[in-house]
């Protein structure tokens, strides 16, 4: 059982974004039948504190709830573990946005791991992961379409094969001052 002050969310998560209906919801089913899963902490920079590795949402409702301590699992991980495990773990969620995805992947490339092995470790395509890597080359304008549902997946990875200038372009005609009528843009085909 650790106390609830001394555990902090990592800046690593690369998960974003949490429905807050959906804590409110686990907080709720906490409260009920106990929480059935540990939270995975590991040590913290500062001494006597720990960092959540996986569990953020878990940690999140038990604060909700007011209880001052919960169970944890401890590990003893390097920063390149716990990214991985927090990657792991969130990419196993099936509402995670494309976007998270995205630097997630991109921040599992190194010299020892690639694509390829990023898609062997997480059961997806090569094509997929590829894809998710590529939304990084969005700009940010179309970033914040993307997270707003404004555009799509398939639009997005057409944009992000598009160089900054070409996307700056797109962005500035027909979406800058389109007053939120983005069904008027024209489709991306007739704009190459």
């Known amino acids: 059982m650790i106390q609830l002050s001394k555990i902090h969310v990592s800046a ?3 998960r974003k974004f949490q429905n807050t209906g959906s804590i409110d919801e686990l907080a709720e089913s906490i409260r009920s039948i106990g929480l059935l899963q540990p939270v995975t902490i590991r040590k913290g920079i500062r ?3 720990f960092e959540i590795v996986a569990g953020e949402r878990r940690f999140k409702a038990f604060k909700q709830i007011g209880k001052p301590e919960m169970p944890c699992i401890i590990k003893t991980l390097t920063d390149e573990q716990a ?4 990657i792991t773990e969130n990419l196993q969620r099936e509402d995670i946005h494309p976007l998270e995805e995205s630097e997630a992947f991109q921040r599992l490339i190194s ?3 690639n694509v390829y092995d990023i898609a062997a470790r997480f059961g997806k395509s090569i094509t997929y992961v590829k894809g998710r890597i590529k939304l990084n080359d969005l700009n940010a ?3 914040e379409l993307l997270w ?6 398939s639009v997005a990875l057409e944009i992000a094969c598009m160089k900054p200038e070409a996307q700056r372009d797109i962005y500035d005609r027909f979406y800058e001052r389109n007053d939120g009528q983005y069904w008027n843009a024209p489709s991306l085909i007739a704009l190459q």
């Open 47 to 49: 001494k006597g504190t």
């Open 148 to 153: 707003k549902e404004v555009i799509n997946i």
């Open 141 to 143: 304008e179309f970033r």
């Open 111 to 113: 010299p020892i791991c």
């Open 83 to 86: 990214l991985e495990v927090m």
């Open 12 to 14: 690593m998560n690369p």
